[in-house]
């Protein structure tokens, strides 16, 4: 933990560094005062300054053949905030890694103090920013070979000479590169990584709390933990893409649940059967209607998986990344023979934790490559979308300026342009400290 949280402060100064380089204003949420203009008062007439969130987002518009637009004009574009129509200060170009500023905001002055990064190595380098989280817990030991050959792809296909890039794992694969240039370091990382993940014979052994499997809970914790860390520094960059890709199997807060109880009710004596209270006997508890306290813990579980990956992408809106979730497994089949969970269960499985991928991905505008054994296109459409996009700015004129969560609508005037851009962000909740 001490060797991950130094990496996470070298990190921060880092990525620190990098907004100064880039000259860039504030992501979406965060309040920043926007440049004075100069004005004339009398003497005796007092002066107010309203702090105004500069709000950012992406956006990437292609025409019906899929093909990037690159020549869309400021007042071609049309932003809504809560359906209040909003004016845009600016609007940056990235195509083919290089930034045009068709209508840039004026930017602040860098701070004294702030050591500048080293040089990007060549003039028109692309100038990505790419934080590959390996989460190494909810990863099958099994499927090594995949996450390293998946890693391989990603190394020829995703990062290029100028991209700026680090690697944060969340368990005992203990990978912690600071953001750098050097592709050597990927590489030296291929050879560390490795699964880790609960087989369901360990969740089907673990104890139970009262929130289910303790050690689901406490990994899943762990890595949004270390996620929120991220995305905190990932803050500090201004106007730039920022992607996460996020590297696992998904999280299901309740696993199994029939086969839990079946072990459960064999490690105490007493039986998988069950009689609800008209005599009908059923095999499982798990089939018991009636049983409604055993299920409680399902509807829960459900319910805080939901709770905490809406948290998790709310601050990635906040920061401008967007999440590129992708899971080594591939096409997904029927459990090994070794494992003792039935078909259904297995499938509920894997479909609640690709979902939860899902969930990551959408939210926050980027893509969750599931199900699926095409890693070449999906990391070709990933490296498509980080290399061409636009970035539109605007200090929200909102009407209800305490309302926390914004939606966002981005429009073109033009005709058959096809338009991405997230549809919201949330504000920071102030908390007052009691005195």
């Known amino acids: ?25 504030s992501p979406s949420g965060q ?36 093909q990037f637009i690159a020549d869309l004009k400021p007042g071609e574009f049309d932003v809504y905030e809560d359906d209040v129509k909003q004016d845009i200060v600016q609007l940056l170009l990235f195509h083919g890694g290089r930034q045009y500023s068709p209508l840039a905001a004026p930017v602040q002055t860098a701070r004294e103090g702030i050591i500048l990064p080293p040089p990007r190595p060549t003039n028109d380098a692309a100038g990505r920013i790419f934080v590959f989280f390996v989460d190494d817990l909810h990863l ?27 690697i944060v794992s969340t368990g005992p694969s203990s990978i912690a590169i600071d953001m750098t240039y050097d592709l050597k370091r990927l590489d030296e990382a291929m050879s560390k990584i490795s699964g880790a993940g609960l087989r369901p014979a360990d969740i089907l ?39 996460l890709i996020y590297i696992s199997n998904g999280y299901d807060f309740n696993p199994f649940p029939g086969a839990r109880a079946k072990a459960e009710q064999e490690r105490m004596g007493t039986g998988s059967s069950t009689t609800d209270a008209s005599g009908q006997q059923y095999q499982n508890a798990q089939d018991d209607p009636t049983d409604l306290f055993g299920k409680q813990g399902q509807q829960f579980a459900f319910a805080d998986l939901a709770r905490e990956l809406a948290e998790l992408t709310r601050t990635a809106n906040r920061a401008n990344v967007s999440f590129y979730t992708i899971d080594p497994r591939g096409l997904v089949g029927m459990p090994d023979l070794d494992e003792t969970v039935n078909a259904t269960e297995w499938q509920d499985y894997v ?35 980080t290399s061409d996009y636009y970035v539109l700015g605007y200090y929200s004129n909102n009407l209800d300026p305490l309302r926390r969560n914004r939606r966002i609508e981005v429009k073109v005037t033009r005709k058959d342009v096809n338009v991405w851009a997230r549809n919201g962000y949330s504000l920071k909740s102030t908390k007052v400290k009691a005195k």
Do not use: C, W
Request: aromatic fraction near 6%; charge should be positive; glycine fraction near 8%.
């Open 205 to 243: 052994e673990g104890g139970e709390g009262q929130e289910g499997p303790s050690e689901v809970r406490y990994r899943a914790h762990v890595a949004f933990s270390t996620a929120f860390d991220l995305l905190g520094q990932l803050e500090q960059i201004h106007n730039r893409r920022k992607s």
């Open 140 to 166: 099958d030991f099994r499927n090594t070979g995949r996450i390293r050959d998946l890693f391989k792809k990603i190394r020829q296909q995703l990062v290029h000479e100028g991209d700026m890039f680090g």
């Open 31 to 66: 309040t920043q005062d926007p440049p004075a203009k100069p004005q004339i008062v009398p003497p005796s007439q007092p002066t107010f300054r309203t702090g105004i969130a500069l709000v950012t987002t992406d956006v990437i518009a292609r025409d019906n053949n899929g």
């Open 1 to 25: 933990m001490k060797r991950k949280r130094f990496a996470f402060a070298v990190l921060g100064a880092v990525l620190l560094s990098v907004l100064v380089a880039a000259h860039s204003s």
């Open 351 to 385: 479909r609640t934790s690709q979902d939860s991928l899902r969930v990551l991905a959408d939210e926050t505008g980027g893509y969750a490559v599931v199900n699926s054994n095409d890693f070449d296109k999906a990391l070709k459409r990933i490296d498509a979308e």
